[in-house]
T-cell receptor, first 113, second 114 residues
Framework: AQSVTQPDIHITVSEGASLELRCNYSYGATPYLFWYVQSPGQGLQLLLKYFSGDTLVQGIKGFEAEFKRSQSSFNLRKPSVHWSDAAEYFCAVGRVFNNDMRFGAGTRLTVKP | DGGITQSPKYLFRKEGQNVTLSCEQNLNHDAMYWYRQDPGQGLRLIYYSQIVNDFQKGDIAEGYSVSREKKESFPLTVTSAQKNPTAFYLC?????????????FGPGTRLTVT
């Protein structure tokens, strides 16, 4: 079965600094990978997804992620963080043609002024 | 606008009572899901349904029940058998049968049982 690990429970960055959130997955075949963002007390919003093709994926709100098969990773990046990016971020892995998704435990991002 | 609605946003119940959480979608999605979210544990799948009148247990189905009588609706009942029901519950939906899918989430219901 597929699984996801987000090694960082909580990250604090200064506004304007760059951001990288780590995600490692375990899955025997080509995975379908997602990053979602959740504001406090809200549902999840999709930031970006990777299915196939170019391993560098662009998403909404200036986020991007890179799929590295050799490292089983799908790290999320943003060159310059804004205070409004403070939220919880979830990485998820799914199987192609199968809607069974597995979510990581999440990384909470705090942005310092 | 298409989307998923969950009601109510906050729900309070006494221990021993069953409670039903509502989830409605107008995205014309075939699949619907219920997740439970606890701090530090991410999302855990309770039940999912890919077609009307059919549903499957997820990883933590014990103490929960669902029904899928209409495509648009997938209510979740938290029964008195659920040992620790206080949590944030999220409903989601997605298309079925496509290689390229994502799950769309509702705003969630926070259930507190005392």
């Amino acid at each position: 079965a597929q699984s996801v690990t987000q090694p960082d429970i909580h990250i604090t960055v200064s506004e304007g600094a760059s951001l990288e959130l780590r995600c490692n997955y375990s899955y025997g075949a080509t995975p379908y990978l997602f990053w979602y963002v959740q504001s406090p007390g809200q549902g999840l919003q999709l930031l970006l997804k990777y299915f196939s093709g170019d391993t560098l994926v662009q998403g909404i709100k200036g986020f991007e992620a890179e799929f590295k098969r050799s490292q089983s990773s799908f790290n999320l990046r943003k060159p310059s963080v804004h205070w409004s990016d403070a939220a919880e971020y979830f990485c998820a892995v799914g199987r192609v043609f199968n809607n069974d998704m597995r979510f990581g435990a999440g990384t909470r991002l705090t942005v310092k002024p | 606008d298409g989307g998923i609605t969950q009601s109510p946003k906050y729900l309070f119940r006494k221990e021993g009572q069953n409670v039903t959480l509502s989830c409605e979608q107008n995205l014309n999605h075939d699949a619907m899901y219920w997740y439970r979210q606890d701090p530090g544990q991410g999302l855990r799948l309770i039940y999912y349904s890919q077609i009307v009148n059919d549903f499957q247990k997820g990883d933590i189905a014990e103490g929960y029940s669902v029904s899928r009588e209409k495509k648009e609706s997938f209510p979740l009942t938290v029964t008195s058998a659920q040992k620790n029901p206080t949590a944030f519950y999220l409903c989601a939906s997605s298309i079925v049968g496509s290689a390229d899918y994502e799950q769309y989430f509702g705003p969630g219901t926070r259930l507190t049982v005392t």
